[in-house]
């Protein structure tokens, strides 16, 4: 056989298989533009389907909600952290207390405020100051051991004859250890040691500083701190005269501070606390009572605060002076 008629048969195969698969079903009408119906069941599956709301808030993964939608404190914790407030991310846990907070780089130490409305007998008219208070801590090369500094400023600022002065500004610069075993097996009980500085900056005769070195055992379970700091004053020279630069601005201090004080704070309500700091030297009777009371803002980004304090030192300057003042304000930490 030729190529020619082999060619020939190739084709006609060809031709045929392409009129065969093309063909018109019987079920179907003979119609070139009609669509095939599909009447395959689809595969049986034994999952049911869900309705879906679309007014469902979807959780992330990892979400620990409560039932309810409160959120809980990892939560909060974790949202603070996120929040572009400076304050929040110095505190980390919103609902810490910031005398024992933690955190990377600073973290709150002691309590942080701004009083733009304060009431006293000693310092009234256009005398009346405004308080404010910052301080924070960090801790060294990941280590126990901790750096600290506050600052307190009371600004008549109120006072326009006189360029609203500063009359005082204390700062407090300290180098402390923090002994935090673990909290099961220890009950909740820390402690910190440390060596600290206290001055007004100021010259003679306005001028007033300490050192001192404590020891501060704290507990800080569920709504309550208790942190009771106890001191001794590194002695120092006596002055040679008044207005000598150098030499114990302040001696008798401890007569008016006593050895030590005791903190107590208790969270109640929702987010609020009670702040009660107290000290005294029995031999004297001289000491003082501090009492803070702060609600959280609506956003949680600050707290709306009733400051009291009654009796010796609440500034360097009046350490030997009893003071009475009633504030209002804002406080940042607590």
């Known amino acids: 056989m030729t190529a020619r008629p082999l060619l020939a048969l190739a084709l006609m195969s060809l031709s045929s298989l392409a009129l065969a698969q093309g063909a018109p079903s019987p079920d179907l009408p003979n119609d070139p533009l009609a669509t095939p119906k599909i009447t395959a069941d689809p595969p049986a599956t034994d999952v049911e389907p869900q309705a879906i709301d679309p007014a469902a808030t979807p959780q992330p993964l990892g979400s620990t909600a409560t039932d309810d939608g409160k959120l809980t404190p990892r939560e909060k ?6 929040k572009p407030d400076f304050f929040a991310r110095l505190r980390g846990d919103p609902e810490g ?10 973290s709150t130490h002691k309590p942080m405020f701004f009083l733009p409305a304060t009431w006293s007998g000693d310092y009234d008219g256009k005398q009346t100051e ?26 008549q600022v109120y006072d326009s004859d006189r360029s609203r002065p500063f009359r005082e500004t204390d700062y407090n610069p300290e180098l402390f250890y923090r002994w935090a075993p673990d909290p099961k097996d220890w009950h909740y009980w820390g402690a910190d040691v440390g060596i600290e500085h206290e001055s007004n900056g100021q010259d003679v005769p306005l001028s007033r500083s300490w050192n001192r070195v404590y020891v501060a055992p704290f507990r800080a379970k569920g709504k309550s701190l208790f942190y009771l700091k106890a001191w001794y004053r590194i002695p120092e020279n006596e002055k040679e005269t008044p207005d000598d630069p150098k030499g114990d601005d302040n001696p008798d201090i401890e007569d ?3 050895y030590g004080e ?11 606390v009670i702040h009660t700091m107290v000290r005294m030297n029995p031999e004297t009777g001289h000491g003082a009572i501090n009492l803070n009371y702060t609600i ?8 709306y605060q009733l400051y009291v304090w009654q009796g010796y030192g609440e500034s360097l300057l009046d350490y030997d002076d009893s003071v009475t003042r009633v504030g209002l304000g804002v406080a940042f930490s607590r």
Do not use: C, M, N
């Not at 914790?77 to 996120?82: G, I, K, V």
């Not at 207390?97 to 955190?103: A, Q, R």
């Not at 801590?137 to 500094?149: A, E, H, R, S, V």
């Open 77 to 82: 914790q974790q949202q603070a952290l996120e």
């Open 262 to 272: 005791v903190h107590f704070q208790r969270q109640i309500g929702k987010g609020q």
């Open 97 to 106: 207390y910031s005398i024992v907070s933690v955190s990377k780089g600073l």
């Open 256 to 258: 008016h501070y006593g």
């Open 130 to 155: 405004v308080i404010f208070a910052i301080s924070a801590k960090t801790q060294l090369f990941g280590t126990p051991f901790y750096f600290g500094y506050s600052q307190r400023s009371f600004w």
């Open 296 to 303: 959280p803002s609506k956003d949680g980004s600050l707290f």
